[in-house]
T-cell receptor, first 114, second 111 residues
Framework: KAGVTQTPRYLIKTRGQQVTLSCSPI?????VSWYQQTPGQGLQFLFE???????NKGNFPGRFSGRQFSNSRSEMNVSTLELGDSALYLC?????????????FGPGTRLTVL | EDQVTQSPEALRLQEGESSSLNCSYT??????LFWYRQDPGKGPEFLFT???AGEEKEKERLKATLTKKESFLHITAPKPEDSATYLC????????????FGTGTSLTVIP
């Protein structure tokens, strides 16, 4: 079974631009979560989507948004990029989320903001 | 406030030298504790899930244990290919599907 895929793998943007990242979950998984990973802060939760609805949200500004499509694929958008947004963005999928579902991670998208 | 702390931050071992990594947590309503391995530039790879105190899981040279306040990842006779960052995460009744991650232990195994 194919794992979680994320595109693109690498992105370079400049301050003020916006960016969209994509995540395809494991087949049959309906919950998709997004995390930001930086050397100083570790993995921090951004949001979770299930059945096209945002179910949980972390403490990130409104510049970070996401959506999920009917096939469970998810996109994350960051508007008005700042230097501090440079990070590895990870997507994780699980069957239905909640309970003690295991989250399986994709390889991540490395975003560099210049 | 829920907290997850991993120690040590970094660990260097000689090949074959066994050791343990610690993950201590202060959370209410623990539903699961997860261990992941992360190689540089890659996403975390799932290792174990522990649900209740006293539970143990094993996989090759790795053994994870859980108490009411902490979890240990024991590495027996490590090999250089075990070098990676090991992350623990907790899921609680307060967090829905959100995982709280520790900052990880960077393990280097020297041949």
């Amino acid at each position: 079974k194919a794992g979680v895929t994320q595109t693109p793998r690498y992105l370079i943007k400049t301050r003020g631009q916006q960016v969209t990242l994509s995540c395809s979950p494991i087949s049959g998984h309906r919950s998709v979560s997004w995390y930001q990973q930086t050397p100083g802060q570790g993995l921090q939760f951004l949001f979770e989507y299930f059945s096209e609805t945002q179910r949980n949200k972390g403490n990130f500004p409104g510049r970070f948004s996401g959506r999920q499509f009917s096939n469970s694929r998810s996109e994350m958008n960051v508007s008005t990029l700042e230097l501090g947004d440079s990070a590895l963005y990870l997507c994780a999928s699980s069957l239905v989320g909640g309970g003690t579902d295991t989250q399986y991670f994709g390889p991540g998208t490395r975003l560099t903001v210049l | 406030e829920d907290q997850v702390t991993q120690s040590p931050e970094a660990l260097r071992l000689q090949e074959g030298e066994s050791s343990s990594l610690n993950c201590s947590y202060t959370v209410s309503g623990l539903r699961g504790l997860f261990w992941y391995r992360q190689d540089p530039g890659k996403g975390p790879e799932f290792l174990f899930t522990l649900y209740s105190a006293g539970e143990e899981k094993e996989k090759e040279r790795l053994k994870a244990t859980l108490t009411k306040k902490e979890s240990f990842l024991h590495i027996t006779a490590p090999k250089p290919e075990d070098s990676a960052t090991y992350l623990c995460a907790v899921q609680t009744s307060n967090t829905g599907n959100q995982f709280y991650f520790g900052t990880g232990t960077s393990l280097t195994v020297i041949p």
